[in-house]
């Protein structure tokens, strides 16, 4: 296989749902999971799409990744906060159904907010926000490892948090703003990218373990480690290392479950906001804000001609919208390790 084909994504929905079914997740987990990291491949996150699925099964089949949603406990429920221990369930599943419990106190109230402790691997966060948007609502999530230090501190040398990304998804008159920032200068997956390519990274962004800025990817990768700089790098990080701090709060702070725990398993901290317009100024006046906001930002001068100014998440809805209608074009490699993966299961091919 050298070239990259195309597939329709309900093809993609049901070959991915079997294999999660095949592996021992509930349906409703495969459901979920498979939605979630298809809407990521759809985006344009090709790091955070179907390439985790092989990750995720794998997981299971090692045991250290559950797929049963009886799994996932909800601690408690006030109607407008709430709090879950994903019981290291796949993150998919638990942050879904946090969202669908803050959406249920955001219609119901106002604002819903809703907090999950130890859950798998999460996935793209921009891959959660849309289903929220077309319903009118305000939604956003952080998120947090407590078992992992990848970030040094501003100022600092050693890796002390993980990226810490905050998404948000919010309603206009046309298509929603869907904006995923983590509060690190670049992402571990960028790095481990440009050191399989042999390649230095665009801008000096990590720490090497002697306190020395590197643009070289092996720098992050010793013994001791390196560390990837806070957003913002080393004039300005102290921006990024501040809401770093914020972000970890948000998500194992209100968790009661963080880095002095010690956990020694991944296991996601994730809080899950969201907001009903319509208890406020109201839903109409609030995309005719939006909206504007956005075409105000769209008509500005761009630097570049050739490359006019852009809202976030834009890009990733034009490729999703393209890849609906022609088909989702997947990598030879990754249709290979699905392929791989469905042999395991004794399922049928993608590729067939």
Same mark, same amino acid.
């Given at each position: 296989?050298?070239?990259?084909?195309?597939?329709?994504?309900?093809?993609?929905?049901?070959?991915?749902?079997?294999?999660?079914?095949? *592996?021992?997740?509930?349906?409703?987990?495969?459901?979920?999971?498979?939605?979630?990291?298809?809407?990521?491949?759809?985006?344009?996150?090709?790091?955070? %799409?179907?390439?985790?699925?092989?990750?995720?099964?794998?997981?299971?089949?090692?045991?250290?990744? #559950?797929?049963?949603?009886?799994?996932?406990?909800?601690?408690?429920?006030?109607?407008?906060?709430?709090?879950?221990? !994903?019981?290291?369930?796949?993150?998919?599943?638990?942050?879904?159904?946090?969202?669908?419990?803050?959406? #249920?106190?955001?219609?119901?109230?106002?604002?819903?907010?809703?907090?999950?402790?130890?859950?798998?691997?999460?996935?793209?966060?921009?891959?959660?926000?849309?289903?929220?948007?077309?319903?009118?609502?305000?939604?956003?999530?952080?998120?947090?490892?407590?078992?992992?230090?990848?970030?040094?501190?501003?100022?600092?040398?050693?890796?002390?948090?993980?990226?810490?990304?905050?998404?948000?998804?919010?309603?206009?008159?046309?298509?929603?703003?869907?904006?995923?920032?983590?509060?690190?200068?670049?992402?571990?997956?960028?790095?481990?990218?440009?050191?399989?390519? !042999?390649?230095?990274?665009?801008?000096?962004?990590?720490?090497?373990?002697?306190?020395?800025?590197?643009?070289?990817?092996?720098?992050?990768?010793?013994?001791?480690?390196?560390?990837?700089?806070? /957003?913002?790098?080393?004039?300005?990080?102290?921006?990024?290392?501040?809401?770093?701090?914020?972000?970890?709060?948000?998500?194992?702070?209100?968790?009661?479950?963080?880095?002095?725990?010690?956990?020694?398993?991944?296991?996601?901290? *994730?809080?899950?906001?969201?907001?009903?317009?319509?208890?406020? %100024?109201?839903?109409?006046?609030?995309?005719?804000?939006?909206?504007?906001? %956005?075409?105000?930002?769209?008509?500005?001068?761009?630097?570049?001609?050739?490359?006019?100014?852009? /809202?976030?998440?834009?890009?990733?809805? #034009?490729?999703? #919208?393209?890849?609906?209608?022609? !088909?989702?074009?997947?990598?030879?490699?990754?249709?290979?390790?699905?392929?791989?993966?469905?042999?395991?299961?004794?399922?049928?091919?993608?590729?067939?």
């Amino acid at each position: 296989m050298t070239e990259a084909r195309r597939y329709d994504a309900q093809t993609l929905t049901t070959f991915v749902e079997q294999l999660f079914e095949t *592996a021992g997740a509930d349906s409703e987990v495969a459901r979920v999971v498979t939605r979630v990291l298809l809407e990521g491949e759809l985006l344009g996150h090709r790091t955070h %799409g179907l390439n985790l699925v092989s990750r995720y099964i794998g997981g299971m089949r090692a045991g250290q990744v #559950k797929a049963s949603a009886s799994l996932l406990e909800q601690v408690s429920d006030s109607g407008i906060s709430a709090l879950f221990d !994903g019981h290291y369930v796949l993150g998919p599943y638990c942050v879904s159904r946090a969202l669908d419990c803050a959406a #249920k106190g955001a219609t119901q109230q106002g604002i819903g907010i809703a907090v999950v402790r130890r859950a798998a691997h999460i996935g793209c966060l921009a891959a959660y926000l849309k289903p929220f948007t077309d319903r009118g609502l305000v939604a956003m999530v952080y998120s947090s490892d407590p078992s992992v230090g990848l970030v040094c501190a501003h100022g600092g040398i050693d890796p002390i948090y993980t990226p810490n990304p905050i998404a948000a998804g919010i309603p206009t008159g046309g298509e929603p703003i869907l904006l995923d920032v983590s509060m690190s200068t670049v992402t571990l997956g960028l790095v481990g990218q440009c050191r399989e390519a !042999g390649r230095t990274l665009p801008h000096p962004v990590l720490m090497s373990n002697d306190g020395q800025l590197s643009d070289d990817p092996g720098d992050f990768f010793t013994t001791p480690p390196g560390s990837i700089l806070p /957003l913002g790098g080393r004039e300005f990080g102290h921006k990024g290392f501040a809401l770093a701090l914020l972000v970890e709060a948000l998500t194992s702070g209100l968790a009661g479950h963080g880095r002095k725990d010690a956990p020694d398993q991944w296991g996601a901290s *994730a809080t899950a906001v969201v907001i009903d317009p319509r208890f406020f %100024g109201g839903l109409e006046a609030f995309t005719a804000e939006t909206s504007f906001l %956005g075409q105000l930002i769209l008509a500005s001068r761009p630097v570049d001609p050739e490359r006019p100014v852009r /809202l976030p998440g834009q890009t990733g809805l #034009k490729l999703r #919208k393209h890849a609906l209608s022609e !088909g989702l074009s997947l990598a030879p490699q990754l249709v290979d390790e699905l392929d791989q993966l469905a042999a395991q299961l004794q399922l049928p091919a993608l590729s067939q």
